[in-house]
């Protein structure tokens, strides 16, 4: 079976993204996808650009907030400061980004915010569903997913218009099954009332010493991989 991956928030912990490739042991036809946030707060964003460009085309990615922050404050130039590698809010990256700085810009710059794709599968048989969407943050019910700008498809989302302002992912009943990440408090499967699967948060806080998670969309099987000393960068 060819196997599609998505890796949550790697941000930075590269340790554990090479141990979980390790379990998955790709072939070359599968794929690993990424819901962005890969670099900024953890301790080893040079090793994570390696692995990842070692995979060559067996990775594709969306950009999460912090890359989408730190190219809109280099606007896709090389830079020369770990000021300059900042993402939302002033994220630090660690400094041994610094000598693969371009690289790692260029590695990002003009990934998309959004993907869909179609599903195909075990988990999908019996489903009236045909696509899946890749995000960092949020769609919002209602809007064409396309037609969301990456502002704020790299947050949270709340629906603003209904009572008590619910999560995007509370009330979510596709018509895609939606991958995503950014919040931790999110992670995990999520169903309607009749347990039809709808979409999944793949943020488990690796970088806060939870483990990094990544799903496969053919069957919804789930990998994990224990944190093994990775922290968050102090600022």
Not at 62 to 79: D, F, I, P
Not at 124 to 148: F, Y
Not at 153 to 182: A, D, I, S
Request: aromatic content about 6%; overall charge negative.
């Amino acid at each position: 079976m060819t196997s599609t991956w998505v890796v949550g928030d790697v941000h930075g912990c590269a340790a554990e993204l090479q141990l979980l490739l390790e379990q998955m042991d790709l072939q070359a036809q599968d794929l690993l996808l990424s819901v962005g946030d890969l670099f900024h707060r953890g301790p080893d964003p040079a090793g994570v650009l390696q692995i990842l460009q070692r995979l060559g085309s067996r990775f594709d990615m969306v950009n999460g907030n912090h890359e989408r922050s730190l190219l809109r404050r280099c606007k896709g130039q090389a830079t020369c400061s770990i000021d300059d590698l900042r993402g939302d809010g002033g994220t630090v990256m660690h400094k041994n980004a610094l000598p693969v700085a371009e690289e790692l810009i260029a590695f990002i710059h003009g990934r998309s915010y959004l993907q869909r794709r179609k599903l195909c599968g075990s988990a999908w048989q019996q489903s009236e569903t045909t696509d899946w969407l890749l995000v960092h943050g949020c769609v919002l019910p209602g809007q064409i997913p396309e037609q969301i700008p990456p502002s704020q498809l790299v947050r949270k989302g709340r629906q603003e218009n209904l009572p008590n302002h619910p999560y995007w992912y509370e009330t979510w009943h596709g018509p895609e099954f939606v991958v995503f990440g950014h919040a931790q408090s999110a992670a995990g499967l999520h169903v309607d009332a009749h347990g039809n699967p709808w979409c999944y948060g793949l943020d488990t806080g690796c970088v806060y010493g939870g483990p990094l998670t990544a799903l496969r969309l053919e069957d919804l099987a789930i990998m994990v991989q224990p944190n093994v000393g990775s922290r968050v960068v102090e600022r």
